[in-house]
């Protein structure tokens, strides 16, 4: 192959990996793909969380369709978006994992919001199957209840943080509780555990989320009660 064909193939090949770089450096579609984790979202759920115009999310998402990183189905006037498959998320955890341990600046802006997490202690994705293989635990899910339908840990319970003080009632008291949430940057663990122990309940936080727990290829369950 001639040196300018082998240029040109390199390039070539190099834009094409940019395409997803490019798509990742933005925080607001970072965010879109961590909420696109739990399950599918229309483009109004996604304008909800994430405080931004349905116009703004809509224009993120096309890029990360672009990007192949998103996909989408239409429904009625609807759209629903969700990641393009389970790779995805994996690309976003070895993303974050990797800041995690070379920027300071990621544990600074933790500490400087989840100022009470030291006193609330965690258990590991691995600690946790081992526990619910012994039945020693207790596992909640306490995000909105339309996540867990999509997928959750099996025999976890779900009840939504809002709902949790008036269903304390549900849950035993002999037992340690575990509660889990989106992933580690989501505070419904932290105050789902807060609030038990301050109810007298010995309670433990999942350090990482249902995806993480997925991406590890421990099993998942869909749908749920009726409630």
């Not at 001639?2 to 990742?24: H, M, V």
């Not at 006037?77 to 920027?103: K, P, Q």
């Not at 691995?126 to 996540?147: C, F, M, T």
């Not at 008291?173 to 301050?198: K, M, N, S, T």
């Amino acid at each position: 192959m001639p040196t300018s064909d082998k240029r040109r193939l390199k390039e070539a090949l190099y834009e094409q990996f940019a395409r997803i770089g490019r798509a990742l450096a933005n925080p607001h579609r970072l965010e879109l793909l961590d909420l696109l984790a739990q399950g599918e979202r229309t483009v109004e759920d996604l304008a909800r969380e994430t405080e931004l115009s349905v116009a703004n999310v809509s224009q993120h998402l096309q890029i990360l369709r672009g990007a192949r990183l998103v996909e989408v189905r239409r429904s009625g006037l609807y759209a629903y978006y969700r990641l393009a498959d389970s790779r995805v998320f994996s690309l976003w955890r070895s993303l974050r994992t990797f800041g995690e341990t070379r920027l300071a600046e990621i544990q600074q802006v933790v500490a400087s919001y989840f100022n009470n997490r030291d006193s609330l202690q965690a258990i590991t994705l691995k600690e946790l199957k081992e526990r619910l293989a012994e039945g020693s635990v207790i596992v909640i899910d306490v995000r909105p209840y339309d996540e867990y339908l999509q997928g959750h840990i099996p025999a976890a319970k779900a009840i939504p943080l809002e709902e949790l003080e008036r269903r304390l009632q549900e849950l035993p008291r002999d037992q340690e509780i575990v509660a889990y949430c989106r992933g580690p940057y989501c505070i419904f663990a932290d105050e789902a555990v807060a609030l038990l122990q301050q109810h007298g309940f010995k309670a433990l936080r999942l350090s990482e989320g249902l995806p993480d727990w997925q991406d590890e290829g421990l099993p998942v369950e869909v749908g749920g009660d009726k409630r």
